[in-house]
Nanobody, 123 residues
């Protein structure tokens, strides 16, 4: 499908874990974004098709992004969850105009966004 489809959200207590999944057509860059209540949307982690990743400082060491062998399913393993991780999590996929660019480049094709999956972490 053109639009990513997320699943796996839920409610957990602080210190718990969740794994999010995203079914999407493979593109040069795939990422997880999130938007918490009253907060700006922020990038959580990005993975390029060459396997390189970029994590937000707030999730380093706790979250891991990975794909299945077909690269049609993207995962986000979230461990040691904190209340501040509470947010709607979105899967995003896009191609680059020039493959040698990083996924952070402004020169990119259309971004395809999923509908989101809610993650709630209670203290």
């Amino acid at each position: 499908q053109v639009q990513p489809v997320e699943s796996g959200g839920g409610s957990v207590q602080a210190g718990g874990a969740l794994r999010l999944s995203c079914a999407a057509l493979p593109r040069n860059c795939m990422a997880w974004f999130r938007q918490g209540p009253g907060k700006e949307r922020e990038g959580v982690v990005t993975i390029k098709s060459d396997g390189s990743t970029s994590y937000a400082e707030s999730v380093k060491g706790r979250f891991t992004i990975f794909q299945d062998n077909t690269k049609e399913t993207l995962y986000l393993q979230m461990n040691n969850l904190k209340p501040e991780d509470t947010a709607m999590y979105y899967c995003v996929a896009w191609n680059l105009e020039t493959y040698s660019d990083s996924c952070a480049s402004a020169r990119s094709g259309k971004k395809y966004w999923g509908q989101g999956t809610q993650v709630t972490v209670s203290s």
